[in-house]
């Protein structure tokens, strides 16, 4: 006999215990909205085949309790549940990080891969899924939801969430859904004491949003913060009413104190905050408490034009509250932002903050606004916020159209070691524009050079804001001896394409050579010439390359 078949066999036997120590439970229903020909199922079933299966929320909901790590409760695709029970906690706490339980989705016989998800339609105003056992705070983690379609019907007066995760629950993930008609889309709401549990620390820890839809709920997309959490390649759309306070995302305070690792990359974020006419006038993506290690990368934020109000901005990392705030070792960087209102992307009470490669296009009219492409600070902080200091900005693209005003970059006012380097902008318009606002004290930059700002059609454009021409800044105070006025050279700059157009672009191989972004904004990594902007010359992925005849 073959001696590794024993081997075999043996692992086989194993395979099928792990398999088998697994179990599912399916759930269908064909209410509002369900496929023509759905199948329900009933309560009075065992639930643990597709071909039985439950019939309402609510069983699968107390299944759910029941379930050992590694198990799972599968909704129908096609089908939907008009839920109007209040109950809405999904608890277990079998479930584990390293083995956790499962709702999703499964295919039924009359249905397809292709069906639609899974439509949990909240008939009362209660959360979709609160991850929340009642009372004080015991521990519980590892848990996927994933595929399902959550909604409430009660729209404008809806006041609960789509997913409310709340009392020490640790390792979510929530991925592949779609959250529309809430108060809150997802709701990291902190905890209550912890009861004698051991294993109760009071956080909620690792909440993963991926690759999900959020859109039209009342007040925020998203509204919390917790150590590790993360908000991955996820449309936010429509989210908020009330003008300055609601936000498509709202990076909030923590009950644990300073939020550590949080990672907001790869969203969609549009249509922040509409009011009666359609304008959007809050801040899409804001952070406010206390955040160290915060990544903001390769986002997309963006309104229509003519369609943002001044108080309507892109990104804006500072404080908002009474208590003391602080921002350390944040990055922003890589994310696209265009025609949203005043400030695009704003800090303040920052240190240690990195502002890189990102592309801003500001198309709105100066009669409306004066436009800020980054802003550090951009508002005053409190005595008891932490005071800004060493702040980069490099490598950031940046185009105002020629209807736009405004200012380029502002750094100024406060702490020192701040670094201003390869940056391009171009401003097509004839109307006020400065390049930069800084201080006129040299002392707080370690670096200001290799810029460029080209205002073709603006002679008169400052190059520092109500002080001097490049020229005089030059003389004043040393700074920016490799910057210069030229046209940067973008591809399309109206098209919002600020690559460069070709290897003669000024920007190329005119970067800072040592304080430049190591990689650009695609993720390459720059050369020992580094060049100006967002983007190095042809950093296009080899299939690319190869397609356009380059071998």
């Known amino acids: ?16 215990a792990v398999s088998a120590q697994a179990s599912d439970r399916f759930v269908c229903d064909c209410a509002t909205e369900s496929l023509p020909a759905c199948v329900a199922g009933n309560d009075g079933n065992s639930g643990t085949s597709p071909s039985s299966p439950l019939q309402s929320y609510e069983a699968g909901r107390l299944a759910f309790a029941g379930l050992d790590a590694g198990d799972s409760i599968r909704f129908c695709r096609g089908g939907s549940w008009d839920v109007g029970t209040t109950a809405d906690h999904w608890v277990n706490a079998s479930c584990r990080a390293d083995t956790p339980c499962t709702v999703g989705a499964y295919t039924p016989a009359w249905a397809d891969d292709d069906s639609a ?28 939801f994933e ?34 008609g809430f108060r809150i ?5 902190g905890s209550n004491d912890c009861s004698a549990d051991p294993q109760c620390d009071g956080l909620n820890e690792r909440i993963v949003l991926r690759d999900s839809h959020v859109e039209g709920n009342r007040s925020f997309g998203w509204l919390g913060s917790s150590n590790g959490s993360q908000i991955l390649d996820s449309n936010f759309v429509g989210n908020g009413s009330l003008a300055v306070f609601d936000h498509n995302i709202y990076i909030s305070g923590s009950s644990g104190g300073v939020s550590d690792g949080m990672r907001i990359v790869g ?27 915060l990544l903001i990368e390769a986002n997309e934020v963006s309104e229509d034009v003519g369609k943002a109000l001044p108080g309507c901005w892109g990104i804006a990392v500072d404080p908002g509250y009474s208590e003391a705030e602080a921002f350390t070792d944040v990055t922003i960087r890589g994310n696209r932002l265009r025609n949203v209102g005043r400030v695009a992307i704003g800090v303040a009470s920052c240190q240690r903050c990195v502002i890189e490669n990102n592309l801003i296009v500001q198309e709105n009219a100066a009669a409306d606004f004066d436009g800020i492409g980054i802003a550090a600070p951009d508002r005053n902080r409190a005595a008891n916020d932490l005071p800004m200091d060493d702040i980069t900005v490099r490598n950031n693209s940046i185009y105002f159209g020629p209807a736009a005003a405004g200012i380029g970059i502002s750094l100024y006012e406060e702490g020192d070691d701040h670094v201003l380097v390869s940056n391009a902008t171009h401003y097509a318009g004839t ?8 201080d006129a004290a040299p002392s707080r930059y370690l670096a200001m050079d290799h810029n460029l700002c080209y205002t073709p059609l603006n002679g008169g454009a400052d190059w520092v804001r109500s002080t001097a021409s490049l020229d005089e800044w030059q003389l004043a105070t040393g700074f920016d001896g490799h910057s210069g006025t030229g046209d940067p050279g973008f591809s399309d700059p109206a098209n919002a394409d600020l690559h460069p157009a070709s ?13 430049s972004s190591t990689t650009d904004a695609s993720g390459a990594m720059r050369d020992v010439a580094p060049d100006i902007g967002a983007w190095e010359w042809m950093t296009m992925p080899a299939a690319e390359v190869f397609a356009n005849g380059f071998e």
């Open 503 to 515: 290897m003669l672009s000024l920007m190329v191989d005119q970067g800072d050579p040592v304080r």
């Open 185 to 189: 889309g997802v709701y990291l709401s």
């Open 1 to 16: 006999m073959n001696p590794a078949v024993p081997r075999l066999l043996t692992l086989v036997a194993c395979l099928f």
């Open 267 to 293: 969203n969609h974020l549009y249509q922040a905050t509409l009011d009666a006419n359609g304008d959007c006038d809050a801040v899409s993506l804001v952070v406010h408490g206390e955040h160290r290690n």
């Open 147 to 180: 595929d399902l379609h959550v909604s409430s019907v009660l729209g404008s007066s809806a006041n609960d969430s789509g997913f409310l995760l709340q009392n020490d629950i640790d390792d979510v993930v929530i991925q592949r859904v779609v959250i529309e």
């Open 117 to 144: 998800l899974p439509w949990i339609r909240r008939q009362t105003d209660d959360n979709g899924f609160a991850l929340q056992d009642g009372g004080s705070a015991d521990h519980e983690e590892g848990y996927v």
């Open 431 to 438: 109307g006020d524009f400065a390049c930069f606002d800084v």
